[in-house]
């Protein structure tokens, strides 16, 4: 099983933090289990971690890992592996409409476009098995064009970029100020 940390937050109705609960080496129908007890006020967050290692244990572009979060037909789900950050669950039938994933009283709420939603209980857990068994995306699911880490081919920098901008090896500080117009109008 590449997913060998399973952790999930959870709330009291005031919103306060009650727990923050890792299961080490979680089994299949642990996780399944926890993903369909998300309800976007109690438990709404999950991410999934492919290491032990709480150092790799880190909400940034570093530390790989699979969110899930939301509940009761209003999900959101991303990960961060593969070279991507964040990447979203895409609904191409999805508009523009801010969703709320959960509200204001947890975490200071959190929601995204309609477009990053999803629906289906069964979608997700599709995806979330593929990670936790496989690693990677789903390619039964769709998932935005994201942005992916890569070196900038002139400093040798990080830099973070979409990885269908033509541009994208090279950092903002290395672009020429006509490149920049270009790129950023």
């Known amino acids: 099983m590449h997913a060998k940390v399973l952790e999930t937050l959870s709330y009291l109705q005031d919103g306060r933090r009650d ?39 880190e909400y940034d572009q570093f530390c790989e890992r699979f969110e899930v ?8 789900l991303a990960g961060t592996h593969g070279g991507y950050l964040q990447r979203r669950f895409q609904d191409p039938a999805g508009g523009d409409r801010d969703v709320e994933i959960y509200g204001p009283l947890i975490e200071q709420g959190f929601g995204d476009r309609e477009r990053h939603i999803c629906r289906d209980v069964e979608l997700v857990v599709r995806a979330a098995r593929y990670y936790a068994e496989r690693g990677g995306f789903d390619p039964s699911v769709p998932w935005e064009v994201g942005r992916r880490a890569y070196l900038c081919q002139r400093c040798g920098a990080p830099t973070l970029a979409r990885e269908d901008d033509p541009q994208r090896e090279v950092c903002y500080r290395c672009l020429t100020p006509v490149e920049r117009k270009a790129k950023f109008g």
């Open 19 to 57: 727990r923050r609960e890792k299961a080490v080496r979680p089994s299949w129908e642990t996780i399944e289990t926890a993903i369909r007890r998300l309800d976007r006020r109690t438990h709404p967050i999950l991410i999934l971690w492919p290491t032990e290692d709480e150092a790799c244990h």
């Open 69 to 76: 979060s939301g509940g009761d037909g209003v999900y959101w």
